[in-house]
């Protein structure tokens, strides 16, 4: 750790890509830190190549159709060059505290430069995640191979770093998988947000009764969504709204459309242009986290956007704006016209998101979470006034309290559900799943683990107790019905004031399905106040779905082939075969009767091996959560029809573009059908339009998961003991070893006792 002389404010160089929407991110930052007086800041900003830069980095005939020319990978190295040239110079002249940088991709080949000082990076993306999704081309079946060279050079820089903040949650499961593995504690989760005026000033007011304004944003018009929109305005609602068409494009004047093809990064005039808009559409299918969005959200806009990357996570479906299929301009065109006809509707919606963007958006906070983070590299983690969110300057926001609940109120499940938007990868530690679980299957007593930062929740162990026989035990909330365990953290001091907490309070875990990955398990070995046994009892199958993915880049024609046969034999046999998809509470209901008599049956079939969720005692915990998760935009059900009749489902829940699949379940009297295989060739076939990049398959192997698996990973049970209770580490295993060998005889005999013979009923 460096020291600083007292009569010198700390000097951080920020090191900016300076390409496309990082030039805005810059240009917020030096406004937020011009009021700044802790500590002093330069900035580095990326240029454009000169002739020879530009012949390096174009394009090869013939080779960039197959994406076999590896273009982006040199047009970065290109980059880099340059900046590492000019980095290496401002270091050399003293001076300078610590670095950020932004992106990784701006440095590549400095792992050594980094090295030699403290160096915060944060990034949107990874080579291997951005390759699927570059504008100006398309991914072939190269793309994925040749993306492991990015790796070459990303992976050094990324791992000289002290610390690297993720943009998105997709980015930080990138970050911590095998390709660049850096260990978990390194890597957070921050939004960078955006700067806006409105986030400290009022709103705009906007009369119901004008006629109403359509605002775009995008560099160029095509591959941002912006011709088709430009199409559905001059035939559908010419008469109806204005548009403004904020682009470097040259689109001729017309009654009704504005042009501003003069707007700069950082420009004031865009909040002016804000103020006078009523909707916002930004049909790009392309953008991972547009700052766009945000940029109209905070100035109280609705937005009609497409689900990619991290946009469902900006934009809230149905409360602050409208997610529909980009690719079609249909779905478009309806959000518009419901937006248009209903000015109450758009103000609401407009008011939900500015409140959104000010709770999760704000990047003068997600400023002050980088500066604490260089900060603590040069003055031991002192936090100064200035970067006091509450703006008191007491400096208690930075201190950590650690406390365990035994009842939810109202507020606790409200934090906690934010808490998730902000941090959660699974389903599994979202309230709607533990609190369901636990107020309609309820074991134990609650034991929520909760550290907080001031007044807001930044840290959360889902946990529960139960008796071992001998000992009292800490589980995951609804533990044993098909979920990977997961622990909330927004940063690494938050996770180790759970470890801690959770210690000194004495508690003994038994936590079943922990990824091998886990931060919670990394956590507790590296704290050295825990004995700690993990042992990997089972694996998830994974399918990765990139965008553009279809079924025949994951099986074989042949296999596709044997697929449509035994569709149109059953077709023949027995009526049309179809699939349905279930999203909104309003669909769950109606299908709720059909899922129900697949389950039955099923069960009816295997009543020995397999839990019905959907069965007598687990019901009422399934509707209530699978209607929790549709109601905020999470669950995903694939129904298999056979003339209208329901035969097979799979119910999956979403974060981000990451699917679980929780349940599925399928009539054996259509066995024939291979429902298993029919609802993941569905799944595959609509991942696009479900803004899904990955499914995740859940515990258990079995033929049909691994037929279509890309990858997976393992999942272990974690007994962890704090030190000074290690003698009671055998007791909690040879409890639990007791407990699976009762489990079984007092389920049959609870069988034998409600269900009488013959009757077939589920447990």
């Not at 750790?1 to 160089?13: E, G």
């Not at 403290?118 to 190269?142: A, E, H, K, M, Q």
């Not at 272990?716 to 009671?728: I, M």
Request: glycine share 8%; aromatic share 6%.
């Amino acid at each position: 750790m460096l020291m600083l002389r007292p009569d010198r404010k700390p000097r951080f160089l920020f090191v900016n890509e300076n390409i496309g929407g990082h030039r805005t991110v810059h240009s917020s930052l030096r406004k937020i830190f011009a009021d700044r007086g802790d500590i002093d800041v330069e900035f580095i900003d990326g240029e454009a190549p000169g002739p020879l830069g530009r012949l390096l980095r174009a394009p090869v005939p013939g080779l960039d159709r197959l994406d076999l020319d590896l273009q982006p990978l040199r047009g970065q190295l290109v980059h880099s060059w340059a900046m590492r040239r000019r980095v290496r110079r401002r270091l050399a002249a003293g001076g300078i505290d610590a670095l950020h940088v932004y992106t990784q991709n701006t440095m590549l080949g400095g792992a050594r430069i980094l090295r030699s000082i403290p160096t915060v990076i944060t990034t949107d993306s990874t080579g291997r995640l951005n390759v699927f999704s570059i504008p100006y081309r398309r991914p072939t079946r190269f793309t994925a191979p040749l993306s492991r060279l990015n790796l070459i050079f990303e992976r050094p820089v990324l791992q000289a770093a002290t610390k690297v903040f993720a943009n998105t949650r997709k980015v930080v499961d990138s970050l911590r998988s095998a390709d660049y593995r850096l260990p978990p504690r390194q890597v957070s989760h921050l939004e960078m947000g955006v700067y806006s005026p409105y986030l400290t000033e009022p709103l705009p007011v906007r009369d119901p009764a004008r006629h109403p304004g359509i605002v775009f944003i995008g560099t160029t018009l095509e591959r941002k969504g912006g011709t088709m929109l430009l199409d559905i305005w001059r035939r559908e609602l010419k008469d109806r709204a204005d548009l403004t068409l904020i682009t470097l494009e040259q689109v001729p004047a017309e009654p009704g459309l504005t042009v501003v093809n003069d707007l700069q990064p950082g420009d004031a005039r865009l909040w002016e242009i804000l103020a006078r808009a009523d909707i916002m559409c930004f049909p790009s299918v392309i953008d991972q986290a547009p700052n766009a969005i945000l940029e109209a959200m905070a100035a109280g806009l609705p937005v009609i956007a497409h689900p990619n990357g991290a946009v469902p996570e900006m934009v809230l479906d149905g409360e602050t704006g409208f997610l529909v299929d980009c690719h079609r301009r249909e779905p478009v065109a309806d959000a518009l016209k419901t937006l248009i006809d209903d000015p109450y509707l758009r103000i609401r919606m407009g008011e939900e998101g500015h409140r959104h963007v000010r709770e999760h958006y704000n990047m003068a906070d997600s400023a002050s979470v980088i500066v604490d983070e260089l900060l603590a590299t040069v003055t031991g983690g002192r936090r100064t006034s200035a970067a006091s969110p509450d703006g008191e300057g007491d400096g208690t926001a930075g201190i950590l309290r650690f406390r365990i609940h035994h009842t939810v109120d109202a507020e606790l499940e409200a934090q906690w559900d934010e808490l998730t938007q902000r941090c959660s990868t699974r389903f599994a530690s979202r309230p709607s799943y533990g609190l369901s679980w636990y107020r309609t299957l309820g074991r134990g007593d609650l034991a929520i683990a909760a550290v907080y930062r001031g007044d807001r929740l930044v840290g959360l162990l889902p946990l529960h107790t139960r008796k071992r026989v001998w000992v009292t035990v800490h589980r995951w909330l609804g533990h044993g019905l098909g979920t990977i365990g997961e622990v909330l953290a927004e940063d690494g001091a938050a996770l180790d004031k759970l470890v801690t907490g959770v210690r000194e309070a004495g508690i003994l875990l038994e936590l079943t399905h922990v990824p091998e990955d886990s931060p919670l398990l990394a956590a507790l070995l590296d704290s050295g106040g825990w004995t700690v046994e993990y042992t990997v009892d089972d694996h998830c199958p994974v399918m990765d779905v990139p965008r553009g993915t279809t079924p025949g880049d994951l099986r074989s024609a042949k296999t596709l082939k044997r697929l449509r046969v035994l569709r149109s034999g059953a077709a023949k046999e027995l009526g049309t075969v179809g699939f349905t998809v279930l999203r909104t509470p309003e669909e769950l209901r109606a299908h709720w009767p059909d899922m129900l008599r697949v389950t039955r049956v099923s069960e009816e079939a295997d009543r020995e091996n397999r839990l019905n969720l959907f069965g007598e005692g687990h019901a009422a915990f399934t509707e209530r959560f699978l209607a929790r998760e549709a109601r905020r935009g999470h669950l995903c059900v694939i129904g298999l029809t056979v003339d209208s009749v329901w035969v097979a489902f799979d119910v999956m829940f979403r974060t981000g573009e990451r699917a679980e699949a929780w349940f599925t379940a399928f009539d054996p009297a259509y066995g024939k059908l291979a429902p298993g295989h029919q609802l993941i060739e569905h799944s595959v076939r609509i991942h696009d339009e479900l803004g899904i990049t990955q499914i995740d398959q859940m515990i258990g192997r079995n033929p049909y998961k691994q037929a279509w698996q890309t990858s997976e990973y393992a999942v272990g049970t974690v007994f962890a003991v704090p030190v000074s209770r290690s003698g009671l580490l055998p007791l909690a295993k040879g409890a639990n070893g007791a407990s699976d060998v009762l489990r079984p005889a007092v389920g049959q005999w609870r069988r034998r006792v409600a269900v009488p013979a013959g009757e077939g009923q589920g447990t």
